[in-house]
């Protein structure tokens, strides 16, 4: 069984960095797709980042340019620095695994899923 655990969350000022971590239980990790998602109250759960087995990066337009996903295999663990946080980036952030190495963009095409890590950034 995956299991995925989120933690870094917090709350923070507009401009703000804040960088959050997913360690992630099982011995073919370094094959797994991963993804950050993201839902905000009364909103669906939407696509912020994903990253493919060999380390090749994909953003939501919102987050381009601010937010950088990266992975440690050694570690079992991935990372998202979120740089020049902004009020609209308040959600529930949610770390996903998928068994196939490439890069998904909607919440159907992974099977795990962390329980999720509350961001928080005031203006």
């Known amino acids: 069984q995956v299991q995925l655990v989120e933690s870094g969350g917090g709350l923070v000022q507009a401009g703000d960095s804040l960088r959050l971590s997913c360690a992630v239980s099982?011995?073919?990790?370094?094959?797994?797709?991963m993804g950050w998602f993201r839902q905000a109250p009364g909103k669906e759960r939407e696509f912020v980042a994903g990253?493919?087995?060999?380390?090749?990066?994909y953003y939501a337009d919102s987050v381009k340019g601010r937010f950088t996903f990266s992975r440690d295999n050694a570690k079992n663990t991935v990372y998202l620095q979120m740089n020049n946080l902004k009020p609209e980036d308040t959600a529930v952030y949610y770390c996903?695994?998928?068994?196939?190495?490439?890069?998904?963009?909607?919440?159907?095409?992974?099977?795990?899923w962390g329980q999720g890590t509350q961001v928080t950034v005031s203006s």
């Open positions: 996903a695994a998928r068994r196939v190495p490439g890069i998904g963009i909607t919440t159907y095409e992974y099977e795990y």
């Open positions: 990253i493919s087995w060999s380390d090749n990066a």
């Open positions: 099982g011995r073919t990790f370094s094959s797994y797709g």
